[in-house]
């Protein structure tokens, strides 16, 4: 087991309902991914490794996600915090950095990413491990110093906070014990965007590992974006590894699941009052002009982002179509 490589292991970062799904699975289709549920011929499977219980069980809590956490059971909350884990009142809980990574922390999260290499891999020795566990978002700097040595590689996968923060609060919403006003729930949404992203831009450029795509631009050329996040994570590109007509999905895909082909483009933004908008932006800006996304605009990005370092405050490698 310990002679086993970890290479470069790719972390997809976002918020629940932001594409981080659509986009894993095309780097899931690649025959070198590997995943906490299997390898290229099941690339639809949960890719969560602090998810999934049996997996929670094997990895210190500081790796956890945001559901089944009865031990952070919130009187507002609940206990599954998705779509809000990052607001300002729960990020303490999720939150870390390099500071607070421990050895023994480091010793079990490797273990149990040899094992899935060892089980689930086409080949182990050239493997390369895929997980999207989102809190993660909030911890680069933790994770990246847990996997000292491997050379972890993180994409975060943005989306327009504008249509983001509606869907959450509607799609995926946390276990509420108290129910809120929606506008609350809208600002609690909100925060969690910001914190989120902000964050893993900071963290991500101290790593000078991480690079950002948004979901817009995946949606209007997926195949230009595929390509160069292949590039940014040392993987052949292959057309195959985007959603095309003639794909069919591993067995026991839920009917449900439509994340796949076709793309549907995003349609929230009509849908948007423009006072929730407005308080959505009230929070979210001005990063969110810093990535492309315009409070008066119609959703899509105000402007084109290359894969290569950008100079500026934000430090980090973008990659998204041009």
Known sequence: MDRIPIDRPIFVLGVQAGGTTLISRCLLRHRDVTSMSGNSRYWVATDEIGFVRNRMARLPPSLWSSSHRDDLDDPVFGS?????????DL??????????????DAIQLKRLIREHLLVYAHDPRRARFLDKTHTYTVKVGYVDALLDGCDPLFLLVL???YTACF???RRKPPSWRTRLPEDEQLRIAAE?????FGLALEDGA?????????FEDFVADPVAVVRAICA???LDFDVDLTPQPSQRRPF????????WYPLYEDAWRAQVLEADAALIDEICQPLARELGYAFDGDGVPSHPLVLAPVAGELGVALAVSA
């Open 80 to 88: 599954t915090h998705t779509s809000v884990y990052a607001c300002d």
């Open 91 to 104: 990020l303490p809980a999720y939150r870390r950095t390099a500071a607070d990574a421990r050895a023994e």
């Open 159 to 161: 989306r327009n906070p």
């Open 167 to 169: 869907n959450a609060m």
């Open 192 to 196: 969690h965007w910001r914190n989120s």
């Open 206 to 214: 101290k790593t000078g590992r991480l690079a950002a795509v948004r």
């Open 232 to 234: 940014f994570v040392g």
């Open 252 to 259: 026991a895909t839920l009917p449900s699941d439509r994340k």
